[in-house]
């Protein structure tokens, strides 16, 4: 166990004058939050043998995360009888969201794009829940649920600077930045993005760009101003768990054209700029607890199962679980259709004689490390702006942290949790499994260190979520798959809804996805 003693030594070693006044050291309060891996990898293993308990539902989905839960939700507006069986001990997915010293937390996605009219359904969603009004036909977010201002800064080394797009050194490197907001709204035009990415044909001008890195088409295309590659790859890190070396072309132009737009400095040119995202403290788990509700309360969720083995048969589908509650022991399911909302590498597992497409789909994934810093008061500000919502170091392998509190209208300093995102790469999935929890913490408050030298003497608890396989990387040939396309439409009684189905992970993919595995089984 490292203590506060040993992060200062380091950090704080300019401040020696003042090290009467540190504390006495105190060992820090670290430990895992979140889904069990050992849980999960009991698909690794035999069947277990033992007694069975039958069990009978009439639809059911197994897995409780956004798609699974918008599946759920169109299924019980048709009038089916629906009961959801999760994997974990809460439902949401990588939308989960928790507490610390009784303030509230993501532990994974912590916001969403203001959705256009393409997205009628989540707009709909969200005057549900009351997030956004219609004013004479016109949507509109609410304010106190979208993001206040300051929304972005970014620490260059030497001081907080605002926003997240370095300012280019010269007039060529400027140029560079409007050339490149020319061509995603020339993509956007001529190629066609859209969100959900199915609503948009996938052409051969698409499966040019998904045959090649987004760096590969960057540097064809001669954007090499260094401000603007390192907001790119942040960017691909941030929403695909991979820079801009990995990610396809059509993921990297795919992000600015459908989600996000890209408005450079001083350009009359490039319209609007986007809306400001929709957020909580929770994060998503706001929506995905919302979304879980109805089903909590007619007990029609189900935590702590692991489904094993599906089946489908002439009548309906088998699927054989495994729970660590009330024995531990077996449950045989049987009903009448089934939504498979898991990861595609789970259906693979657990899916006995699968469609051929299931087989054929090839995913890489993205691992994930979320830190939660629960913090007696801020600490001292450093030069440049403020604390702001999104606050994101320029020189580091994280992509920054969140200040949960950002939304709250007091005032005056208190308390306050950091939610710290840190997409790894792939080779380092067995060392997020492997090492300890004190481990992670220790490269954590090291890659903040520099930003806020005083940090160890406001940490109060840290807690550390472990996504070994967060999600999906939109690399070159993913998005392009035909086995994608063929998994949508499965015939018969099994149905699948996740955002895998899309080649990439956010909130709407996985909503719509829900939307659509439910459809068949709706009349």
Not at 214 to 226: I, N, S, Y
Not at 267 to 283: E, H, R, S, V
Request: some cysteine; overall charge neutral.
């Amino acid at each position: 166990m490292f203590t506060r003693r040993s992060l200062l030594t380091g950090a704080l070693a300019p401040l020696a004058p003042l090290a009467a006044c540190t504390p006495p050291p105190k060992a820090l309060d670290v430990a895992w939050l979140g889904p069990d891996p050992l849980r999960a990898h009991k698909l690794r293993e035999a069947l277990p043998a033992g007694a069975v308990r039958e069990r009978r539902a009439d639809v059911l989905v197994l897995g409780a995360g956004v798609a699974g839960l918008s599946a759920a939700r169109s299924l019980r507006a048709a009038g089916r009888e629906v009961t959801v069986l999760e994997l974990d001990d809460a439902p949401g997915g990588n939308s989960r969201a928790a507490a610390l010293g009784g303030l509230a937390c993501p532990l994974g996605a912590h916001y969403l794009p203001q959705p256009g009219p393409a997205l009628s359904e989540l707009q709909d969603l969200l005057v549900e829940f009351g997030v956004a009004e219609r004013h004479f036909g016109r949507w509109q977010a609410r304010d106190e649920h979208t993001v206040h201002a300051p929304a972005e800064r970014r620490f260059d080394g030497r001081e907080w600077q605002t926003g997240l797009l370095p300012p280019a050194a010269d007039e060529a490197g400027a140029e560079q930045q409007r050339r490149f907001a020319r061509r995603v709204r020339e993509a956007q035009q001529q190629v066609g993005f859209a969100l959900p990415t199915q609503r948009a044909p996938f052409g051969a001008a698409h499966r040019a760009l998904d045959a090649q890195t987004f760096d590969a088409w960057l540097d064809a295309q001669g954007f090499r101003e260094p401000g603007l590659r390192w907001y790119l790859d942040y960017c691909c890190r941030d929403d695909y768990g991979a820079g801009s070396s990995v990610v396809s072309a059509w993921a990297g132009l795919h992000y600015f054209a459908s989600r996000h737009g890209f408005q450079a400095p001083d350009d009359d040119q490039g319209g609007d700029p986007a809306p400001p995202p929709i957020t909580a403290p929770q994060g998503n788990g706001w929506l995905v607890q919302r979304l879980a509700e109805p089903l909590r309360r007619e007990q029609r969720l189900l935590t702590a199962r692991v489904g094993l083995a599906l089946q489908e048969e002439r009548e309906g589908v088998e699927l054989l679980c495994w729970t660590p509650n009330d024995g531990p022991g077996l449950e045989r399911w049987r009903a009448r259709e089934l939504v498979l909302a898991v990861p595609l590498f789970v259906a693979q597992r657990i899916w006995r004689n699968p469609p051929p497409a299931l087989r054929e789909a090839r995913l890489p994934r993205a691992p994930w490390l979320v830190a939660n810093l629960l913090l007696d008061g801020p600490p001292l500000q450093r030069a440049g702006q403020p604390l702001a919502w999104d606050n994101v170091p320029q020189h580091s392998p994280t992509l920054g942290y969140v200040n949960a509190r950002h939304q709250g209208l007091d005032p005056r300093p208190g308390p306050q949790v950091w939610t710290l995102y840190w997409a790894l790469p792939q080779d380092q999935r067995a060392a997020l499994l492997n090492d300890s929890a004190q481990d992670w913490a220790e490269r954590v408050l090291q890659t903040l260190g520099p930003l806020h030298p005083d940090l160890p003497q406001r940490l109060q608890q840290l807690r550390l979520t472990r996504w070994g396989h967060a999600m999906a990387i939109p690399a070159p040939g993913v998005r392009g798959q035909p086995a994608l396309a063929s998994l949508r439409g499965l015939p018969g009684r099994v149905r699948i809804a996740h955002a895998d189905l899309a080649g990439y992970s956010v909130f709407e993919e996985a909503f719509m996805a829900g939307i659509e595995a439910a459809r068949p089984f709706s009349r």
